[in-house]
């Protein structure tokens, strides 16, 4: 059994419209780009680095995290059409899922989630 938190972030993005905002984006390469900007990817990956040392608080949720990642980028390619928005969307998920499932969240992560809430693509 997945965590709760895990469980109900995953019914939050799949029982709603939670990604339609993301068709909005007019110039993916744009975004995408923005990305690379050093104060982004430097929290990024920091976010990710302190998460891979930390356990899962329950057994299943790695299983969970990775399918979280694939329903993420199924849906978000649906509404794009564009392969390499939806793996850094699956990817920030991944990451958003992980830290709810160890009981983690950053504030790199907390901003994460609450910009793609507010229906936008974080960058």
């Not at 990956?45 to 995290?65: G, M, N």
């Not at 899922?97 to 901003?111: M, P, Y």
């Amino acid at each position: 059994m997945a965590s709760p938190d895990l469980d109900k972030l995953h019914r939050e993005i799949s029982e709603t419209r939670f990604f339609e905002g993301l068709s909005a984006v007019d110039n993916w390469d744009e975004s995408l780009g923005q990305r690379d900007q050093a104060e982004f990817d430097n929290a990024w990956t920091e976010s990710q680095r302190a998460l891979s040392s930390k356990p899962y608080l329950h057994h299943a949720d790695e299983i969970e995290v990775t399918n979280l990642r694939e329903s993420v980028f199924k849906a978000v390619f649906r509404l794009t059409s564009n392969a390499e928005a939806a793996g850094y969307v699956a990817d920030d998920f991944a990451l958003i899922g992980e830290a709810v499932s160890k009981g983690c969240l950053s504030e790199c992560i907390e901003w994460l989630l609450k910009v793609y809430r507010s229906g936008k693509f974080p960058w």
